[in-house]
Protein backbone atom coordinates (compact mmCIF):
# COMPACT_ATOMS: atom_id res chain seq x y z
CA UNK A 1 0.00 0.00 0.00
CA UNK A 2 1.45 3.28 -1.19
CA UNK A 3 1.65 5.38 2.13
CA UNK A 4 3.65 8.36 4.20
CA UNK A 5 4.89 6.93 7.73
CA UNK A 6 4.98 9.10 10.22
CA UNK A 7 5.92 9.03 14.27
CA UNK A 8 5.16 8.94 16.57
CA UNK A 9 1.45 9.87 16.51
CA UNK A 10 1.31 11.42 19.56
CA UNK A 11 4.38 12.92 21.51
CA UNK A 12 4.72 15.05 25.08
CA UNK A 13 8.14 16.81 25.82
CA UNK A 14 9.41 19.18 27.67
CA UNK A 15 11.06 22.68 26.47
CA UNK A 16 14.48 22.24 24.84
CA UNK A 17 14.62 18.28 24.73
CA UNK A 18 15.90 17.59 21.60
CA UNK A 19 13.09 15.35 19.50
CA UNK A 20 12.86 13.89 16.17
CA UNK A 21 9.82 13.01 14.06
CA UNK A 22 10.45 10.14 11.53
CA UNK A 23 8.24 9.80 8.13
CA UNK A 24 9.09 7.61 5.74
CA UNK A 25 7.51 7.47 2.22
CA UNK A 26 7.59 4.16 -0.02
CA UNK A 27 6.28 5.47 -3.40
CA UNK A 28 9.68 6.57 -4.95
CA UNK A 29 8.61 10.21 -4.44
CA UNK A 30 11.08 12.66 -5.27
CA UNK A 31 9.40 15.64 -3.01
CA UNK A 32 8.87 15.49 0.53
CA UNK A 33 7.16 18.23 2.85
CA UNK A 34 6.56 18.77 6.80
CA UNK A 35 3.54 20.99 7.63
CA UNK A 36 2.07 22.05 10.73
CA UNK A 37 -1.42 22.96 11.03
CA UNK A 38 -2.74 25.19 13.45
CA UNK A 39 -6.36 26.88 14.22
CA UNK A 40 -7.23 29.42 11.87
CA UNK A 41 -3.98 29.36 9.90
CA UNK A 42 -4.21 26.13 8.08
CA UNK A 43 -1.64 24.31 6.65
CA UNK A 44 1.52 25.84 6.82
CA UNK A 45 5.07 24.73 4.98
CA UNK A 46 8.04 24.29 7.91
CA UNK A 47 10.93 22.44 5.33
CA UNK A 48 10.37 20.82 2.02
CA UNK A 49 13.37 18.86 -0.07
CA UNK A 50 12.89 17.99 -3.92
CA UNK A 51 15.48 15.11 -3.82
CA UNK A 52 18.14 13.42 -1.95
CA UNK A 53 20.59 15.81 -0.26
CA UNK A 54 18.57 19.05 -1.66
CA UNK A 55 16.65 20.35 1.16
CA UNK A 56 14.81 24.03 1.52
CA UNK A 57 13.11 26.35 3.92
CA UNK A 58 9.34 26.78 3.99
CA UNK A 59 7.26 29.62 5.35
CA UNK A 60 8.00 28.91 9.16
CA UNK A 61 11.19 27.22 9.19
CA UNK A 62 13.08 28.86 12.63
CA UNK A 63 13.42 26.10 15.24
CA UNK A 64 13.54 23.06 12.56
CA UNK A 65 16.02 21.17 11.11
CA UNK A 66 15.38 18.88 8.27
CA UNK A 67 17.61 16.19 6.73
CA UNK A 68 17.34 14.01 3.31
CA UNK A 69 19.93 11.31 3.07
CA UNK A 70 17.75 8.65 1.86
CA UNK A 71 15.30 9.46 -1.12
CA UNK A 72 12.10 7.54 1.44
CA UNK A 73 12.85 9.42 4.47
CA UNK A 74 12.86 12.67 5.39
CA UNK A 75 12.91 13.71 9.64
CA UNK A 76 11.99 16.41 11.77
CA UNK A 77 14.30 17.39 14.04
CA UNK A 78 13.59 20.21 17.21
CA UNK A 79 16.90 20.82 18.70
CA UNK A 80 15.14 22.69 21.60
CA UNK A 81 11.43 22.66 21.26
CA UNK A 82 9.61 25.23 22.72
CA UNK A 83 5.83 25.57 23.79
CA UNK A 84 4.52 27.55 20.63
CA UNK A 85 6.05 24.59 18.68
CA UNK A 86 3.38 22.79 20.06
CA UNK A 87 1.00 22.05 16.92
CA UNK A 88 -0.24 19.17 14.43
CA UNK A 89 2.48 18.08 12.11
CA UNK A 90 2.51 16.78 8.83
CA UNK A 91 5.24 14.64 6.62
CA UNK A 92 3.67 14.67 2.93
CA UNK A 93 5.22 13.44 -0.31
CA UNK A 94 4.37 13.58 -3.89
CA UNK A 95 6.11 13.46 -7.30
CA UNK A 96 8.10 15.74 -9.24
CA UNK A 97 5.26 17.14 -11.16
CA UNK A 98 3.01 18.15 -8.22
CA UNK A 99 0.04 17.67 -10.35
CA UNK A 100 -1.42 14.56 -8.37
CA UNK A 101 -1.60 16.11 -5.19
CA UNK A 102 -0.05 15.19 -1.61
CA UNK A 103 -0.34 12.14 0.34
CA UNK A 104 0.10 12.77 3.79
CA UNK A 105 1.13 11.13 6.81
CA UNK A 106 -1.44 10.39 9.70
CA UNK A 107 0.20 13.68 11.80
CA UNK A 108 2.02 14.04 14.96
CA UNK A 109 0.17 15.45 18.05
CA UNK A 110 3.32 17.29 19.50
CA UNK A 111 2.69 19.07 22.87
CA UNK A 112 5.84 20.82 24.20
CA UNK A 113 5.36 21.60 28.24
CA UNK B 1 0.08 36.15 -5.70
CA UNK B 2 -1.03 33.03 -5.10
CA UNK B 3 -3.94 32.35 -2.49
CA UNK B 4 -6.82 30.20 -1.75
CA UNK B 5 -9.63 31.71 0.41
CA UNK B 6 -12.08 29.58 2.38
CA UNK B 7 -13.99 32.37 3.70
CA UNK B 8 -16.34 30.06 5.82
CA UNK B 9 -14.54 28.97 9.25
CA UNK B 10 -17.13 26.75 10.18
CA UNK B 11 -20.50 25.30 9.42
CA UNK B 12 -23.42 23.59 11.12
CA UNK B 13 -25.85 21.41 9.48
CA UNK B 14 -28.53 18.83 10.39
CA UNK B 15 -27.99 15.79 8.91
CA UNK B 16 -29.50 15.29 5.19
CA UNK B 17 -29.23 18.55 4.58
CA UNK B 18 -27.17 19.78 1.73
CA UNK B 19 -24.45 21.86 2.26
CA UNK B 20 -21.57 23.68 -0.09
CA UNK B 21 -18.07 24.49 0.79
CA UNK B 22 -16.60 27.58 -0.70
CA UNK B 23 -13.18 27.83 -2.20
CA UNK B 24 -11.94 31.10 -3.93
CA UNK B 25 -8.21 31.43 -5.46
CA UNK B 26 -6.17 33.69 -6.68
CA UNK B 27 -3.68 32.56 -9.46
CA UNK B 28 -2.00 33.98 -12.43
CA UNK B 29 -0.60 31.13 -13.87
CA UNK B 30 -2.71 29.54 -16.67
CA UNK B 31 -1.88 25.99 -15.93
CA UNK B 32 -3.09 25.26 -12.13
CA UNK B 33 -4.23 22.25 -10.36
CA UNK B 34 -7.48 22.48 -7.64
CA UNK B 35 -7.58 20.03 -4.66
CA UNK B 36 -10.02 19.45 -1.87
CA UNK B 37 -8.59 17.59 0.80
CA UNK B 38 -10.64 15.69 4.55
CA UNK B 39 -9.36 15.95 7.49
CA UNK B 40 -12.22 13.73 9.81
CA UNK B 41 -11.74 13.92 13.94
CA UNK B 42 -9.05 11.34 13.18
CA UNK B 43 -6.91 13.55 12.16
CA UNK B 44 -5.14 12.47 8.82
CA UNK B 45 -5.54 14.37 5.29
CA UNK B 46 -7.15 12.28 2.74
CA UNK B 47 -7.63 13.40 -0.47
CA UNK B 48 -10.68 13.82 -2.32
CA UNK B 49 -10.29 15.59 -5.98
CA UNK B 50 -7.96 17.02 -8.27
CA UNK B 51 -8.85 19.18 -11.44
CA UNK B 52 -7.06 21.17 -13.61
CA UNK B 53 -7.42 24.39 -14.80
CA UNK B 54 -7.96 22.94 -18.69
CA UNK B 55 -11.15 20.73 -17.21
CA UNK B 56 -14.24 22.93 -16.44
CA UNK B 57 -16.38 19.57 -15.90
CA UNK B 58 -17.96 19.36 -12.65
CA UNK B 59 -17.45 16.45 -11.45
CA UNK B 60 -19.83 13.90 -8.80
CA UNK B 61 -19.13 11.19 -6.58
CA UNK B 62 -21.65 9.30 -4.47
CA UNK B 63 -23.37 12.14 -2.93
CA UNK B 64 -19.77 14.56 -3.78
CA UNK B 65 -20.28 16.93 -6.22
CA UNK B 66 -17.25 19.50 -7.47
CA UNK B 67 -18.20 22.95 -9.33
CA UNK B 68 -14.93 24.50 -10.66
CA UNK B 69 -15.75 27.95 -12.30
CA UNK B 70 -12.99 29.47 -13.86
CA UNK B 71 -14.90 32.72 -14.85
CA UNK B 72 -15.26 33.14 -10.29
CA UNK B 73 -11.71 31.43 -9.56
CA UNK B 74 -14.29 28.85 -7.61
CA UNK B 75 -13.65 25.61 -7.05
CA UNK B 76 -16.86 24.60 -4.33
CA UNK B 77 -17.66 21.10 -3.17
CA UNK B 78 -21.10 20.73 -1.88
CA UNK B 79 -22.46 17.36 -0.15
CA UNK B 80 -25.48 15.96 -0.78
CA UNK B 81 -28.21 14.86 1.87
CA UNK B 82 -25.14 15.02 4.40
CA UNK B 83 -24.06 12.37 7.28
CA UNK B 84 -23.05 12.54 10.21
CA UNK B 85 -19.57 11.05 8.79
CA UNK B 86 -18.95 14.02 6.87
CA UNK B 87 -18.23 16.30 9.86
CA UNK B 88 -14.77 16.87 9.15
CA UNK B 89 -12.12 20.08 8.13
CA UNK B 90 -11.77 19.94 4.48
CA UNK B 91 -9.29 21.72 2.43
CA UNK B 92 -8.82 23.42 -0.21
CA UNK B 93 -5.49 24.00 -2.26
CA UNK B 94 -4.18 25.39 -5.04
CA UNK B 95 -1.08 23.90 -7.14
CA UNK B 96 0.89 25.34 -10.11
CA UNK B 97 4.15 24.11 -11.63
CA UNK B 98 5.44 27.89 -11.00
CA UNK B 99 4.87 27.94 -6.86
CA UNK B 100 4.25 25.47 -4.34
CA UNK B 101 1.05 24.37 -3.06
CA UNK B 102 -0.97 26.84 -1.14
CA UNK B 103 -3.82 25.81 1.03
CA UNK B 104 -7.23 27.55 2.44
CA UNK B 105 -7.63 27.68 6.45
CA UNK B 106 -10.20 25.07 6.15
CA UNK B 107 -13.62 24.78 6.78
CA UNK B 108 -14.36 22.74 9.54
CA UNK B 109 -18.32 21.06 8.88
CA UNK B 110 -20.35 19.66 11.81
CA UNK B 111 -23.22 17.74 11.00
CA UNK B 112 -25.70 17.20 13.58
CA UNK B 113 -27.62 13.99 14.22
Known amino acids: EAQVTQNPRYLITVTGKKLTVTCSQN?????MSWYRQDPGLGLRQIYY???????DKGDVPEGYKVSRKEKRNFPLILESPSPNQTSLYFC????????????FGSGTRLTVV | AQKVTQAQTEISVVEKEDVTLDCVYE???????LFWYKQPPSGELVFLIR??????QNEISGRYSWNFQKSTSSFNFTITASQVVDSAVYFC??????????FGTGTRLKVLA
Open chain 1, 49 to 55: SMNVEVT
Open chain 1, 27 to 31: MNHEY
Open chain 2, 27 to 33: TRDTTYY
Open chain 1, 92 to 103: ASRDGTGIYGYT
Open chain 2, 93 to 102: ALFSGTYKYI
Open chain 2, 51 to 56: RNSFDE
